[in-house]
């Protein structure tokens, strides 16, 4: 009997994972072209930290209420709503005409897709023990890492015809995901669990997470809003700085992102797990903290092609652990429902990207090297905070944080 509940269960996880490769897939695709895309409408570095911003913002807000939301009528509607949401979005972005169009549809992508994360890590959470939850994170770090493989290749093959093109493809593959998850996902979450959740679903609110941050698991948010903010220098305007820095095509960004993203997919998918087994969530954390800042620097003096692509794979490997880490950790101390904590920490996330995408952009402007020299120090401090507040000796053991 075990045994077939363990079966169940990987092929539950394997089908949440495909979903997301799936969806992830319309994600990767619009990145190496957004750049060119919105200078079409005469915007800059500051817009285009603002565009990242805002979907994080709404994202901020909302992420919580769906993962509260998610404890009370379980995964599967939620995880609807967020891939129709998206979809939607994507559409919308595609049929746009002028700049506010952009902004309305990346708030609109925050508000609904923002359903999708914080109750899918719940879903590996209801699915899995303790023990395997770690690789269980990594898997679904790992198709979404897929997605974002296959993705910026495709998209800039797509550009070529039209700018517009992978945001309608990025919408039709959408609603393949919506329809996988509402004909063969099955439900995670018992209705008994359900009942004890409450009655009560909030949004985001500055008092819940000043608690938060002051709970026994303070810290790992805390972390998770500092190390995004910093890692987020790299993911808002890598786009933008190496078009910039090296004078790239569409397919050419599209064709760097896809390779490096192999080295996402193997890290998250085979080593996530090993690594966090072998030696913890606390000791991995700190250690691709470390690496991330190092890969910064290896960015900032890359001036050829292979240059580029070794110090962007070194970089994307570094950091490819520490979210899923993060994540995992937080689950194992949640002590309210694991939506919730979810939630939280994906809230505390999308700050961190609010933040992070919108100095990213203005230091951008302002220099093109001055957003990676900012992501160093802060890497660095996160580093330095989790050597002295994540215990390495006691698996899944967190000393409580007092900012």
């Avoid at 972390?223 to 305007?237: K, P, Q, R, V, Y």
């Avoid at 092609?305 to 194992?332: C, E, K, N, W, Y």
Wanted: glycine share 12%.
């Amino acid at each position: 009997m075990k045994s077939a509940v363990n079966t169940a269960s990987r092929k539950n996880l394997l089908l949440l994972a495909f979903s997301l490769v799936v969806v992830m897939l319309g994600f990767g695709m619009v990145i190496p072209i957004l750049p060119f895309y919105i200078e079409q409408f005469g915007a800059g570095g500051s817009a285009f930290g603002a565009l990242v911003a805002i979907a994080a913002l709404t994202e901020f807000l909302f992420g919580p209420f769906w993962g509260s939301l998610s404890d009370r009528t379980g995964r599967k509607p939620i995880l609807m709503i967020g891939m129709l949401g998206y979809g939607l979005s994507m559409l919308l972005f595609g049929l746009s005409t002028e700049l506010w169009m952009l902004f309305a549809s990346r708030a609109l992508s925050g508000v609904l897709s923002s359903a999708t994360l914080s109750t899918a890590m719940a879903y590996i959470g209801d699915s899995t023990s303790k023990k395997e939850r770690g690789g269980g994170m990594g898997i679904l770090g790992a198709s979404a890492g897929a997605g974002t493989i296959i993705g910026p290749g495709l998209g800039g093959l797509l550009a070529g015809e039209s700018l517009s093109t992978p945001f309608f493809v990025g919408a039709g593959i959408s609603v393949l995901s919506l329809t996988l998850i509402a004909l063969l996902l099955p439900e995670s979450l018992p209705r008994e669990s359900r009942a004890l959740a409450g009655k009560t679903v909030k949004f985001i609110n500055f008092r819940e997470l000043r608690q938060a941050i002051t709970s026994p698991i303070g810290f790992l948010f805390f972390l998770a809003l500092l190390a995004t903010c910093g890692t987020s220098n790299f993911e808002s305007i890598y786009s933008l700085y190496i078009v910039d820095k090296m004078k790239y095509t569409p397919e050419q960004v599209g064709a760097i992102l896809t390779v490096v993203g192999v080295v996402a997919l193997i890290g998250r998918g085979l080593l996530t797990g090993l690594f966090t087994r072998l030696w913890g969530e606390a000791s991995v954390i700190k250690a691709s903290l470390l690496m991330a800042a190092l890969g910064f620097v290896f960015l900032l003096v890359a001036h050829n092609d292979l240059a580029v692509f070794l110090s962007t794979g070194f970089f994307v490997f570094a950091t490819t652990f520490l979210r899923p880490s993060i994540h995992s950790l937080t689950s194992q101390r949640a002590t309210v429902g694991q939506g919730a904590a979810l939630g939280l920490s994906n809230a505390f996330v999308s700050l961190g990207r609010i933040a992070g995408s919108l100095y990213a952009g203005v230091l951008f402007d302002a220099g093109m090297d001055y957003p990676y020299y900012s992501g160093i120090v802060i890497l660095l401090v996160c580093f330095i905070l989790g050597m002295a507040f994540l215990q390495p000796a006691r698996r899944e053991s967190i000393t409580p944080f007092r900012p």
